[in-house]
């Protein structure tokens, strides 16, 4: 029988390396930077793809139901927030209508998903200004991925 060697980054490794990066000034900066983002996208998306609330719509289902677009989608997510939180441009990916389309996602499933943000940013202790940040900016999306209105 062979051993395993369990290689996830622990919730204190991910705040390590945050707190190595972390200046005060932007979102981004204040969040740990790319690493920091990262860190956290890696374990939200992980998170997503199991919560029973968030896969009750089929469509996001059928995405979030399939392990191999775990690191794709973590890409993606990564670059989206690193860009929304005033660090470097890089998102590479859809505009948040476009890549909502089709998906009939409804209060209650955008609800599910944004708990699990606070949850995910409580559990790496972020600091509660910076918490208060990222939600908001995720509140202000909100239109465009639930009603699909494009934001001003
Ligand atoms: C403000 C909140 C949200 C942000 C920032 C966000 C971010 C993203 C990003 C960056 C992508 C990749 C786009 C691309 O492929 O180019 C994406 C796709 C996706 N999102 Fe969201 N999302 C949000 C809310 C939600 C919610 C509430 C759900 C489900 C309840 C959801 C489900 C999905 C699914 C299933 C895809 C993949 C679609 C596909 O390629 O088939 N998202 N999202």
Redesign the pocket.
């Known amino acids: 029988m062979t051993d395993t060697i369990d290689t996830r980054p622990s919730a204190d490794d991910v705040n390590e390396l945050a707190a190595e990066a972390a200046t005060p000034g932007s979102l981004f900066d204040r969040l740990g930077g790319t690493y920091g983002i990262a860190g956290a996208v890696d374990i939200l998306v992980d998170r997503l793809f199991a919560n029973v609330a968030?896969n009750a719509?089929e469509a996001?289902h059928a995405?979030?139901g399939v392990a191999a677009n775990a690191p794709g989608?973590k890409f993606?997510?990564t670059a989206?927030s690193i860009e929304a939180a005033g660090g470097p441009k890089c998102y590479p990916?859809?505009d948040?209508v476009a890549?909502?389309d089709g998906?009939h996602?409804d209060t209650k499933?955008?609800d599910?998903?944004y708990k699990e943000i606070a949850a995910t940013l409580s559990f790496l202790d972020v600091p509660e200004a910076e918490h208060a940040e990222f939600m908001a900016l995720?509140e202000k999306?909100?239109p465009e991925?639930v009603d699909g209105v494009h934001l001003a």
């Open positions: 968030v719509n996001v995405h979030h989608y993606l997510v989206w990916g859809e948040m890549a909502h998906l996602i499933g955008f599910a998903v995720i999306h909100r991925v």
